[in-house]
């Protein structure tokens, strides 16, 4: 089994800017991608971003897009979600997800592992 625990949300205004943290532990051997999901009310869950594991490909949603950033710490077994210019349409759940299987990174039901989830809320 694999453990997630997502740090980093919270309020913030438009325009500012957070980064979620996510750690993996437990049998990360491997890993084969990461990623930040978000959900906000009333809305079905998205892929925001994700990450390979080995070669640091990433995907971003297009409305994401050039605001926020994905990396990993393979050493500290740990993802982070760097989000700049924050928009009130950001505000969701983020939750931080890791798969061992490899394919199509922006599909969320390949997840296998999944954190509890990391309000951010942006105002207006």
């Known amino acids: 089994q ?5 740090s ?3 309020l913030v205004q438009a325009g500012g800017s957070l980064r979620l943290s996510c750690a993996a532990s437990g049998r990360t051997a491997g890993m084969y991608a990461m990623g ?3 959900q906000a009310p009333g809305k079905s869950r998205e892929t925001a971003a ?3 594991w080995t070669l640091a490909n990433t995907y971003y949603v297009a409305s994401v897009k050039g605001r926020f950033t994905i990396s990993r710490d393979v ?3 740990t993802v982070y979600l760097q989000m700049n210019s924050l928009k009130p349409e950001d505000t969701a759940v983020y939750y931080c997800a890791a798969r061992k299987m490899p394919g199509d990174i922006r599909t969320s039901t390949d997840y296998d592992y999944w954190g509890q989830g990391t309000q ?3 105002s207006s």
């Open 2 to 6: 694999v453990q997630l625990v997502e």
């Open 8 to 10: 980093g949300g919270g």
């Open 36 to 38: 930040w999901f978000r």
């Open 50 to 52: 994700a990450i390979t």
């Open 75 to 77: 050493a500290k077994n």
């Open 120 to 122: 951010v809320t942006v």
